[in-house]
């Protein structure tokens, strides 16, 4: 029997046994179905994890939308009760920058009877003599004058403490504008993010989105910020009224003060004339009586030089009887009865002559006494005729203080157009 043998061609590879090879397809299995379990386990992880970072994504979402939409309510809400303090102090402002300008018109219509009392001053003055007394109306008057420089004074205080306070204020509304605006802006932008979302083109990745931005505040410092730029407000509106109130206080009592100072003035004015002019009409009686009484001196002092003349002729008469009765002769002179009577006679004519020198030298000062005095009467009612002018034209001028002269006064458009036609007699047309 032949046997034919077959060449046969092996690969240089060292071959594996059966067992092995069995082996290592079981360990192809387990390894397969290790990886199939960790795929289905990663895949069942990915799954959980994508629904739970989706749910989570969107509750952090929902809770940053509501964190945003909380401080926009916050913001809103602080820049609403900021507005109304903001409208509370514009209205203060308007309020008091009326009053002050009331008070200012109130200080300018000062100038006006100041300078007028200086005026009635000056005139009153210009008295003569007796009549430039420190009287009653010049005490009044330099009150009066006295009032209105304090109410000057006064007033221009509290127009400066009203300015001051008006400057206070605008910086307070200034500040109060800013915090509005910031706040406007701050709402903006949380809106803006607000209505952003993930479908937006606008979004992007940022190398740095936590850091704090430079000069950042923490949320309790803004807080407080803002609770201490409201009580600022606040604090600065709390005595805001005080002051309004003290300027119209200020402003009405010095009105009432020097009215009723101006009232007391004019009476102690009027008094006065009244007075003057009761002396003077008394002077003027006087006057006249003293004129009578010198032409009744007149005719007395004529009455004893006439007298005295007759006298002198009684007195010759006597003194030539004694005289020729001295020229008798030898027994005849002698001093008989007759004689005594003569001398009796010339002695009482003498002595009558010497009571009516003496009367009449009397009646002579008594009208020298007269007449100085009626000269004195003259003056002091010339210098009375000065005063009365002088208190009549001071009375007349302190007139435009009651007319409001030196007043507010309010434009009549048709004032013109009034006096036309008063002037051209067109009422009955116009009506």
Same mark, same amino acid.
């Given at each position: 029997?032949?046997?034919?043998?077959?060449?046969?061609?092996?690969?240089?590879?060292?071959?594996?046994?059966?067992?092995?090879?069995?082996?290592?397809?079981?360990?192809?299995?387990?390894?397969?179905?290790?990886?199939?379990?960790?795929?289905?386990?990663?895949?069942?992880?990915?799954?959980?994890?994508?629904?739970?970072?989706?749910?989570?994504?969107?509750?952090?979402?929902?809770?940053?939308?509501?964190?945003?939409?909380?401080?926009?309510?916050?913001?809103?809400?602080?820049?609403?009760?900021?507005?109304?303090?903001?409208?509370?102090?514009?209205?203060?402002?308007?309020?008091?920058?009326?009053?002050?300008?009331?008070?200012?018109?109130?200080?300018?219509?000062?100038?006006?009877?100041?300078?007028?009392?200086?005026?009635?001053?000056?005139?009153?003055?210009?008295?003569?003599?007796?009549?430039?007394?420190?009287?009653?109306?010049?005490?009044?008057?330099?009150?009066?004058?006295?009032?209105?420089?304090?109410?000057?004074?006064?007033?221009?205080?509290?127009?400066?403490?009203?300015?001051?306070?008006?400057?206070?204020?605008?910086?307070?509304?200034?500040?109060?504008?800013?915090?509005?605006?910031?706040?406007?802006?701050?709402?903006?932008?949380?809106?803006?993010?607000?209505?952003?979302?993930?479908?937006?083109?606008?979004?992007?990745?940022?190398?740095?989105?936590?850091?704090?931005?430079?000069?950042?505040?923490?949320?309790?410092?803004?807080?407080?910020?803002?609770?201490?730029?409201?009580?600022?407000?606040?604090?600065?509106?709390?005595?805001?009224?005080?002051?309004?109130?003290?300027?119209?206080?200020?402003?009405?009592?010095?009105?009432?003060?020097?009215?009723?100072?101006?009232?007391?003035?004019?009476?102690?004015?009027?008094?006065?004339?009244?007075?003057?002019?009761?002396?003077?009409?008394?002077?003027?009686?006087?006057?006249?009586?003293?004129?009578?009484?010198?032409?009744?001196?007149?005719?007395?002092? $004529?009455?004893?030089?006439?007298? !005295? +003349?007759?006298?002198?002729?009684? %007195?010759?008469?006597?003194?030539?009887? &004694? *005289?020729? /009765?001295?020229?008798?002769?030898?027994?005849?002179?002698?001093?008989?009865?007759?004689?005594?009577?003569?001398?009796?006679?010339?002695?009482?004519?003498?002595?009558?002559?010497?009571?009516?020198?003496?009367?009449?030298?009397?009646?002579?000062?008594?009208?020298?006494?007269?007449?100085?005095?009626? $000269?004195?009467?003259?003056?002091? !009612? +010339?210098?009375?005729?000065?005063? %009365?002018?002088?208190?009549?034209?001071? &009375? *007349?001028? /302190?007139?435009?203080?009651?007319?409001?002269?030196?007043?507010?006064?309010?434009?009549?458009?048709?004032?013109?157009?009034?006096?036309?036609?008063?002037?051209?007699?067109?009422?009955?047309?116009?009506?």
């Amino acid at each position: 029997m032949v046997f034919q043998l077959v060449a046969t061609m092996e690969k240089p590879l060292g071959h594996i046994s059966l067992t092995d090879w069995n082996a290592r397809v079981g360990r192809l299995r387990n390894v397969a179905d290790a990886r199939r379990a960790d795929t289905f386990s990663i895949r069942n992880s990915t799954r959980a994890l994508i629904d739970e970072t989706r749910i989570e994504g969107t509750w952090a979402n929902r809770e940053s939308n509501e964190a945003l939409t909380d401080r926009i309510d916050e913001l809103d809400s602080w820049r609403k009760i900021i507005s109304k303090t903001l409208q509370r102090l514009e209205d203060e402002i308007h309020t008091l920058q009326q009053e002050k300008v009331l008070t200012e018109r109130s200080l300018d219509a000062l100038e006006g009877p100041i300078a007028l009392i200086g005026e009635v001053l000056s005139m009153r003055d210009n008295r003569l003599g007796a009549e430039l007394t420190y009287d009653e109306p010049d005490k009044e008057i330099k009150n009066e004058l006295y009032i209105l420089e304090n109410n000057q004074r006064l007033l221009s205080n509290r127009c400066r403490n009203a300015w001051e306070k008006l400057k206070r204020l605008e910086d307070v509304r200034e500040k109060l504008r800013l915090e509005i605006e910031s706040k406007d802006e701050a709402m903006q932008v949380d809106r803006e993010q607000l209505a952003t979302n993930r479908s937006s083109t606008k979004i992007s990745f940022k190398p740095n989105s936590q850091r704090n931005p430079k000069e950042c505040y923490s949320y309790e410092s803004w807080l407080e910020n803002v609770k201490n730029t409201k009580q600022m407000a606040e604090n600065e509106l709390a005595d805001t009224s005080a002051i309004r109130e003290s300027l119209f206080v200020c402003r009405e009592k010095a009105r009432s003060i020097l009215k009723a100072q101006q009232e007391q003035t004019e009476f102690t004015l009027r008094k006065r004339i009244f007075e003057t002019q009761r002396a003077y009409n008394e002077l003027e009686w006087q006057q006249t009586k003293m004129k009578e009484e010198m032409e009744k001196a007149v005719c007395a002092m $004529q009455t004893l030089e006439a007298t !005295l +003349e007759d006298n002198a002729a009684d %007195l010759k008469l006597a003194e030539s009887r &004694l *005289e020729n /009765r001295a020229l008798r002769r030898g027994k005849e002179l002698c001093l008989d009865y007759a004689h005594h009577s003569l001398c009796l006679e010339v002695d009482k004519l003498r002595e009558i002559r010497q009571c009516v020198k003496e009367k009449l030298d009397e009646a002579k000062a008594n009208y020298n006494l007269l007449t100085s005095h009626t $000269q004195k009467i003259d003056v002091d !009612l +010339e210098n009375k005729q000065q005063s %009365l002018m002088a208190d009549t034209r001071a &009375l *007349e001028l /302190r007139q435009r203080l009651k007319d409001e002269e030196f007043g507010i006064k309010v434009y009549n458009p048709s004032a013109q157009t009034d006096r036309n036609i008063e002037l051209t007699h067109m009422e009955s047309f116009t009506k």
